[in-house]
Each structure stands twice: as structure tokens, then as C-alpha cells.
DNA sequence: TATTTATGATAGTAATACTATTATTTAAAA
DNA sequence: TTTTAAATAATAGTATTACTATCATAAATA
């Protein structure tokens, strides 16, 4: 028996489900690649369509336009990593060292995880750096939450603010801690491999500093 | 006599220098406007032509595509905000005093600068938190860098963690500190009035509040 | 077996992101 | 002042993008 972790999806983000059918497997499956490749902004319908060995048309009755498929690849991420979060977590019972768990999860590039067949979660972590805010950051940014397309994203650092609460119930900001915490960790990643100088980490290019440079500034401001 | 202040900008980010002309001020006046409205997506180097009153091939002679007239404004910034810092901390000799200036107004939408005719600094400080890391979230990161398109910010950083070790020499991150700054306080501003569940300012919307959680995460780490 | 449903193949449109050409105006040099 | 150069305006044209629409066919389901 094969064993597979389902992420519940907002069905508003599609207009046919892409775990479905094989086809839309695969327009997640090299949506992945393909923006990973060549970048959010060079990514487009006709060259995923070509990628996957179909029409664009195809890939239209799945996705009302790229933003959707974007914003539908991140949700998942994000929901993924609740579920790692969580798993992970769930026999740490002294909460600074759930947090630390917690801190390495989010800025670590994970393996592959084998439960869940057509996505590799390693490349999703790069796209995540790269093209993570890009969800957000656009004008629809208000209509888009209205229809709950950050939910994930608002959980995972609902999830994360409670347990800085855990660490210190005092502590002022567990909320923008918790999302600073994780957009850090993705620009910082993203500064050490692309704009070392904005970083302390131009040497080595390791995760590990970005996790240590993280751990002292969370601890500090919790523990003060 | 009119006072102003010129920001020196990369000469390969364009073709024809901007500054030089009445067209080219008003690319750079209208871009702000048009981009500030709809967002860098939607604007477009046609729509920006329909509104100076220009066509289309006078905005190309002035710059090679929207992406580094994008580049230029948010340059542009940083360079003026390298000057504004310097300015308003010049007799500031507390370097803990000195670093609380730096944040707020890092975190504050400033007043336009009657100092720089066509450039509206609180429309541009609003433009740098939606689209700022829209310039550097590219594939062609590394070649931009590599011409210098990001050296004022990366000259805003290092002075502001030339700041960060006047407070603590010993502090092992002033870089990460300086962007993480930098890029929290926007990223807060945006939470903030976009998807306020991802900060702890919901209620009032104010920047200072901002300003004060900046200051706790800061000067825990460093004060350590 | 009939019929719904998904897919494939093809076409078409408006907008975007440019490049090129020529004419006209403005400003600087001779 | 005239000549010449430089900047701008006006127009046209191309490839690509971001879609929508139509119709035929294959596969799944009733």
C-alpha cells in the first residue's frame, strides 16, 4: 500500500482539480519545473503546455490564468509545511526547542518527500525564495484574501505564533515574529546565493548560518 | 536660488538620461504615478507614454524596458534615503540613538522632499514596500548585480551596519541585521494594511507600531 | 448502448513588448 | 545667421502573450 499525504486545496484557486487526472498532475508537476527554470515572469501557458505535451487550451480549463497556478503552488507549499510542522514537532514537548525545530524547518531546502508522488518539494523550497511574495505582492492582493487564497499561509504563522506564545506568553508580537521569521529566512537565502553582501554568510553559503543568525534573533527578543 | 539635490545614478540603467530632459523627468514622475496605481505589472511603457503625452518609442529611448526603469526609481530611493540618513543623523552622537533614527525612518512613509522637484518620495516609499523586491526577485539577478544596479542598496546596508557595530562591535551579523531591517519594515507595512492577521497591528494601522517592534527584535539581538 | 465528460486540434483576438522608418522641431556649432 | 546635429513625434510593423471559442474525438459512466 502506498502512502500519500493529500493537501487540502482552496477550490476557488482552480476551475477543474489538478489532482484529479493525470493532466493535471502533470500541470503541477511541470508548472514546478518550469518556474523554477525560467522564472515566474518568463513562465507562460503555451511553453507549460508544450513541456506537459498538450494545448494551452488545456491548461486553461485547469487554471484561470498563471497568478491562480502560482498562488495555488504556494498554498500547497504552505500547507505541506504545516503538515512537516506539525509531524515533526508533535513529540517535542519543551516549546524553545519546538521553535528551534520549527525555525530549521522553514529555512532549510527540504528532500524530496516521497509521500507525495508528482511534486519535489526541494525545487518548491527554491521557488519559495524566489517567487514566494510575488503571490501577494500584486493590486488584487485584498480580493485575493477575501477569497482566502493566504489561508495557508496565515495558518502556518498562526501555528508559529503560538508556539513563540508558548515560549514566552508576554512576548508582544507573536504574529509579525512568526512572519518575519519565515519571509527571513527566504530572503536571506536568497541574498546569501544571489546579493552575498547583504549578508554575514558570503563564505560558505550554508543554511546552517541563516538558521544560527535566525535562532539568535528570535531567541533574544523572546527571551529578553 | 532653488536648492537641489541629485542623486547620482548608474548610467547603464538607461539609454538617455532621464534628468537631462523635460520627456525624460516626466518618465520618471508619470512612471511613479502609473506604477504606484496599478501596480508594476499592469503598467506598461504605452500607458506610460498616453499619460506624459509622448509615444511609445520616446519612452524606449530613455530606458531599455520597464524592468530597469524599475531598477532606476527604487535606486533612486535608496540613494536617497543613504542621503536622508546621513543627513538627519549627522549630529546624532548616541549610536544607539543613531540606530532608532535610521529605523524610523526606515518604517516611515515619509513627506514628499521639496528638494527633488519631480520625485515624490511618499508615493516612492509606497512603491518601494509593493514592488521593491520585484527588482531583484529576477533570474538575471546575478548579471544586474554584476553591473551594479543594486549598490545603493547594498551601500544603504552597509551603512546601516556600520551603525548596528558602533552599538555592538561584537555583533556578528550587522549585514543580515541591516536587510533584514530594511525589508521586515516593509514587509510589515505591507501586512499590515493588506493581510493584517500576519502582523499584531491590526487595530490601528499605525507605522509607529511597526517602528517599536523593529526597535524590541533589534536591540534585543544586539544588547544581548 | 447512449451520453456525458475530458481532451486534442485549430483558429482567432486584443494587448504587450518591442524595432524600424521618416518627418519635424529644437538646440548647438560653424 | 545659417548649417548641422540631436531630440522628438508620428506611424507602422513583428513576435509573443494571454486569453476565448469551436469542433472533433476518445474515454469513462449511466
Redesign the interface.
Known amino acids: 500500500m502506498k502512502l500519500e499525504v493529500q493537501i487540502k486545496m482552496n477550490a476557488s484557486l482552480y476551475l477543474r482539480d489538478p489532482e484529479q487526472s493525470e493532466l493535471g498532475k502533470n500541470i503541477i508537476k511541470f508548472s514546478i519545473e518550469l518556474i523554477h527554470k525560467?522564472?515566474f515572469?518568463?513562465f507562460t501557458f503555451k511553453k507549460l503546455a508544450e513541456a506537459i505535451g498538450t494545448t494551452e487550451a488545456g491548461v486553461y480549463r485547469y487554471f484561470e490564468n498563471k497568478h491562480k497556478l502560482l498562488v495555488y503552488i504556494i498554498s500547497w507549499y504552505w500547507g505541506w509545511l504545516e503538515f512537516q510542522i506539525g509531524y515533526q514537532t508533535k513529540n517535542v514537548t519543551n516549546p524553545v526547542s519546538k521553535l528551534k525545530k520549527v525555525i530549521t524547518i522553514l529555512a532549510t531546502t527540504v528532500e524530496d518527500d516521497i509521500m507525495t508522488g508528482h511534486v519535489d518539494e526541494s525545487i518548491l523550497h527554491q521557488i519559495l525564495i524566489?517567487?514566494g511574495?510575488?503571490a501577494?505582492?500584486?493590486?488584487q492582493?485584498?480580493q485575493d484574501?477575501k477569497q482566502e487564497y493566504?489561508k495557508p499561509?496565515?495558518e502556518l504563522?498562526?501555528t508559529v505564533g503560538g508556539i513563540i506564545l508558548e515560549c514566552n506568553s508576554k512576548y508582544?508580537?507573536?504574529?509579525?515574529?512568526?512572519?518575519?521569521i519565515i519571509?527571513?529566512a527566504h530572503?536571506?537565502n536568497?541574498?546569501m546565493n544571489?546579493?552575498p553582501?547583504?549578508?554575514?554568510?558570503s563564505k560558505s553559503k550554508n543554511e546552517d548560518q541563516i538558521i544560527t543568525?535566525l535562532n539568535?534573533?528570535v531567541f533574544?527578543?523572546i527571551e529578553?
Chains 1, 2 share one sequence.
Open positions: 525560467h522564472g515572469e518568463a524566489s517567487e511574495s510575488k501577494y505582492l500584486t493590486k492582493v485584498s484574501n493566504f499561509y496565515k504563522c498562526n508582544k508580537y507573536p504574529h509579525s515574529l512568526a512572519s518575519t519571509e527571513v530572503l536571506q536568497f541574498f544571489n546579493l553582501s547583504l549578508t554575514d554568510f543568525f539568535d534573533l533574544s527578543s529578553k
